[in-house]
């Protein structure tokens, strides 16, 4: 039995089911992400399990027991907004304060557990302040301090990253998971944007119209996805129409070559997916199909270089890792690329 | 064309000439804004010939004078209190109670009209619900057989005229509180729920805190509102209830108080009274904006 | 939202309504009751045949519109040269315009009279076309708060300052910003300022009866104290001018949210 449960959870709004039969099952101190476009159903799964929204039908179990009819003050459950909700009128300390003050904890408890959470966030200077006076990523901190003070038995965080700048929201990536594993408290995490969840999970939901289409490791989602709608949503796809030849060793016509996939396919054509760094230019040991192509466009990103290469009439993209002896090839340039056969994902039929 | 130079003597030519912009309004201002209230205040502080005196502010102290002052701020401090709370709880009602949203609209447009329908007509239309003759009190008396009357209730008292200010003071917070409730965030509520409060602790520790500035400054503006009404009072009362405005206005009109200075007393009683309920209005609200700068 | 929560809500607001829609109802009712034993309009014709009603009102809503005229050609120049020049000052001009909503206007009239009677340096009530000319002046202020603030609300919505630029860089000069680009694009604003301004005219009552002119609002306090049944009806007169000044105000509002929303 998992810690925090979700079964059978559902929810409409009038006419509009926004949740279809979602069921979850979340370890103690797992770090979970519902990852989806807006509109997904994962923002509604959230404030279910906070109690903000009344499930139509479904249970929701923490610890084993059935919170559906508690109020959300009575859930023991700490969430962090994308607007970071401080309250404007109290100070950084006060804020943190605030959830130990309504338990009637008695002040001298309350100053050291608030002294204490301001260094685990690292603005022990800053307790004095006033919300309007923090940068966005400092607000942020002390939202979370302030849900984490109380000792919630689940972390909730709503897209806590959206309203960030790009810089700070990865640096308060990595603290934030650092402290989540820390203090090792279970969290659930929403967001939309795939690099977040496959960074910072230990699994990660990938939502699409109010079901869960796949519940897995961040590896296995990137790697496996279960669905089009994973494949295309989580991590850039380059798309190949080919035309099977036998059904039942994946054998199949890309363009000018043949390859094979080595698991059974349907008859007639199917979209294949690759990854970009499924592809490599040149030969490479292991890679048992080539294509031919022209590079199109050179993107140098430091590190990475991402390069596409048309073939057959539709762009590739692929990825090289930048070498100090020898530049990217030009646009225009004719390339011999490489794949693995068995790494392509079957996306669809036609 | 040089720009260093030029800029330069623009400086210097343009300081002038941006008073020039504004100096219709100054002017305008300074003479039947400023002028006028100075005027009065110098004069209360002059006798017949022109001398400093103190006299007339001592004269305050007489006669009638102590009583109106009195029960003016009475009726003041009363419809501002009450239309501050009736007015916050229809705003909350509306905003945060659920009512349908078609509401909103015409309540807004409603108050916007009622909080502009004072003065005199506002008088005639209290009159003819709660006067002698009017709709409820024939209809308490003739159905119900309550007699108002002899409940003590007379619209030219003191309860009378402050029912009759709430026409415009409700409505009037009504307009004001709006923006500030709407301006209270979902996610404040639901961060203190989701913290353990429960909704008086949120409404206690949040909501109220971030509301006091604009309570606050409502309620002085009310006070202000309803301390300087003459019309209603006048037109409802005739001048059978001695509050300042009546007594100011007779005063002008006739001398009654046989000392032209005295009204300038008078009238400076007035400004002084409502200057002192906005300095702490003011004083107030800097103290509970902190978080605000 | 619990049941409670939403029990009190609509109890709140009924108990609001009920507040306010029975004086309205008592005025009307009232105004109708001037035959014996039946409803009828006998007050209302009374009323508007009255010669003094015709003139008071007359001299009202002219005193109105001289009021509006001058309130704009006051305020949206300074509203918007405050903006665009003199931003520091804006705290300033704003106290000050919110002034006339803490001195009483009983006291500002008061002023007045002191100041510009006969044996003063401006002899305005010397003549009924200088008092005219002062009660204006006066009503002005009364109307200022509101007006300024409708106006410079007006502004904030729009880039004065690269509209500015932009018409001058088009050789445009500073009665042609105002008067082509400024003024059309805060039309709303000063709309919504001048109904208002035509609503507080219309019933004001202290200046003008202080100054003795023969405007509306005195016409109706005296006929108040005279008789029973045309003042209910007058009243009634005088909400729904109020209620229109409202409606057109929201339905300038509205054209305006039609006109601006293909951005």
């Not at chain 2, 701020?73 to 419809?79: C, F, G, M, Q, R």
């Not at chain 2, 709709?135 to 057989?145: C, I, K, P």
């Not at chain 2, 046989?258 to 009274?273: C, K, Q, S, T, Y």
């Not at chain 3, 004086?23 to 006998?42: N, Q």
């Amino acid at each position: 039995m998992s810690f925090l449960t979700i079964e059978h959870l559902e929810k409409s709004f009038g006419a509009n089911r926004v949740v279809k039969d979602f069921n979850l099952g979340i370890e103690k101190g797992e770090f979970v992400s519902l990852l989806g476009p807006s509109g997904c159903g994962k923002t509604t799964v959230l404030r279910m399990v906070a109690g903000f929204e009344t499930p139509s039908t479904g249970r929701i179990a923490i610890g084993g027991k059935d919170v559906v009819d508690l109020r959300p003050n009575q859930r023991n459950i700490g969430m962090v907004f994308q607007s970071y909700a401080l309250f404007p009128n109290l100070t950084v300390a006060d804020n943190i304060g605030f959830g130990l003050k309504v338990a009637g904890k008695p002040r001298a408890e309350r100053t050291a557990r608030v002294q204490e959470m301001l260094k685990l966030i690292g603005l022990s200077e800053l307790g004095d302040r006033y919300p309007f006076q923090l940068s966005g990523g400092q607000q942020q901190r002390v939202a979370l301090a302030r849900a984490l003070a109380p000792s919630p038995h689940v972390l909730l965080l709503d897209e806590p990253l959206s309203a960030l700048d790009a810089k700070v929201r990865v640096s308060l990536r990595n603290e934030i998971r650092a402290i989540q594993k820390k203090l090792g408290i279970t969290t659930i995490f929403v967001t939309h944007d795939q690099e977040e969840a496959l960074s910072m999970s230990d699994r990660i939901v990938v939502m699409h119209g109010g079901i869960a289409e796949q519940v897995g490791t961040p590896f296995e989602v990137y790697n496996r996805p279960a669905t089009k709608f994973v494949a295309n949503f989580v991590g850039m796809l380059n798309t190949l129409s080919a035309e099977v030849i036998d059904a039942a060793t994946g054998r199949v016509r890309i363009g000018g070559t043949e390859a094979t996939l080595r698991r059974p396919l349907p008859e007639g054509k199917v979209m294949l997916a690759a990854r970009p760094e499924m592809i490599s230019l040149g030969l490479q040991p292991g890679r048992d199909t080539v294509l031919d192509g022209t590079i199109t466009s050179v993107d140098f990103f430091g590190s990475v270089i991402r390069l596409r290469a048309r073939v057959d009439g539709s762009d590739l993209a692929f990825d090289m890792f930048n070498t100090t002896e020898e530049p990217p090839p030009a646009p225009g340039t004719d390339v011999r690329l490489s794949l693995l056969a068995s790494d392509l994902l079957l996306i669809g039929e036609n | 064309m040089q720009p260093e130079q030029g800029t330069r003597r623009g400086a210097l030519r343009r300081l002038p000439l941006v008073w020039v912009g504004i100096a219709p309004f100054v002017l305008f201002v300074t003479l039947f804004l400023i002028l006028p209230t100075l005027k009065i205040v110098i004069g209360a502080f002059q006798a017949g010939d022109g001398s400093f005196t103190l006299q007339n502010i001592r004269d305050l102290a007489t006669g009638s004078i102590p009583a109106a002052f009195w029960i003016s701020i009475k009726i003041s401090v009363a419809s501002a209190l009450l239309g501050c709370a009736i007015g916050f709880a229809m705003a909350a009602a509306m905003i945060l109670g659920g009512l349908p949203a078609a509401i909103r609209g015409p309540l807004l447009t409603f108050s916007g009209v009622a909080s502009n329908f004072a003065g005199v007509p506002l008088a005639f239309a209290f009159l003819a619900t709660l006067g002698p003759l009017g709709l409820v009190t024939v209809f308490l008396r003739t159905q119900l057989g309550i007699d108002l009357r002899a409940l003590g209730f007379n619209i030219l008292s003191f309860w009378g005229l402050t029912i009759t200010y709430l026409f415009f003071q409700i409505p009037l917070m009504i307009l004001i509180i709006t923006p500030a409730l709407d301006g209270l965030k979902r996610e404040w509520r639901e961060a203190a729920s989701v913290l353990g409060a429960t909704g008086p602790q949120y409404w206690r520790m949040v909501a109220l805190p971030i509301l006091f500035p604009s309570l606050l400054g409502t309620f002085a503006l009310l006070f202000a509102n309803a301390f300087g009404a003459v019309a209603t009072a006048i037109a409802l009362t005739g001048s059978s209830l001695n509050i300042v405005p009546i007594l100011l206005f007779a005063q002008i009109r006739g001398d009654v108080l046989g000392n032209p200075n005295l009204g300038f007393a008078l009238a400076f009683g007035m400004i002084v009274i409502t200057g002192i309920a906005n300095t702490i209005y003011i004083w107030l609200r800097a103290r509970s904006e902190r978080w605000l700068k | 939202m619990s049941l409670w929560t939403r029990l009190t809500a609509w109890l709140a607001l009924i108990f609001g309504l009920t507040y306010f829609l029975l004086p309205l109802i008592g005025m009307a009712e009232f105004s109708l009751k001037m035959r014996r034993g039946v409803y009828s309009l006998d007050a209302y014709a009374k009323v508007l045949g009255d010669p003094r009603f015709q003139e008071t009102f007359t001299y009202s809503v002219v005193m109105a519109l001289f009021t509006i005229a001058f309130g704009v050609l006051l305020v949206v120049p300074t509203a918007y040269w405050v903006r665009l020049k003199m931003p520091w000052a804006r705290p300033y001009v704003e106290f000050v315009t919110l002034l006339p909503l803490v001195i009483p206007a009983i006291v500002i009239v008061f002023g007045y009279i002191r100041l510009y009677n006969t044996s003063s340096w401006l002899p305005l009530t010397g003549t009924a076309m200088g008092t005219n000319v002062l009660l204006m002046f006066g009503y002005a202020t009364l109307a200022l708060p509101y007006m300024y603030r409708a106006v410079d609300t007006g502004l904030r919505t729009i880039d004065v300052a690269t509209l500015t630029e932009a018409a001058q860089s088009l050789g445009a000069g500073w009665i042609t910003v105002l008067g082509r680009v400024i003024l059309p694009n805060v039309l709303v604003a000063v709309l919504s300022g001048a109904f208002l301004t035509f609503a507080i005219v219309i019933g004001e009552f202290t200046m003008a009866a202080l100054l003795n002119r023969p405007a509306f609002g005195p016409y109706l306090q005296v006929l108040g104290a005279n008789r029973a049944y045309e003042p209910a009806a007058l009243s009634v007169i005088a909400f729904a001018i109020t209620w229109a000044c409202m409606g057109l105000i929201q339905l300038a509002t509205h054209l305006s949210k039609h006109t601006k929303a293909p951005r």
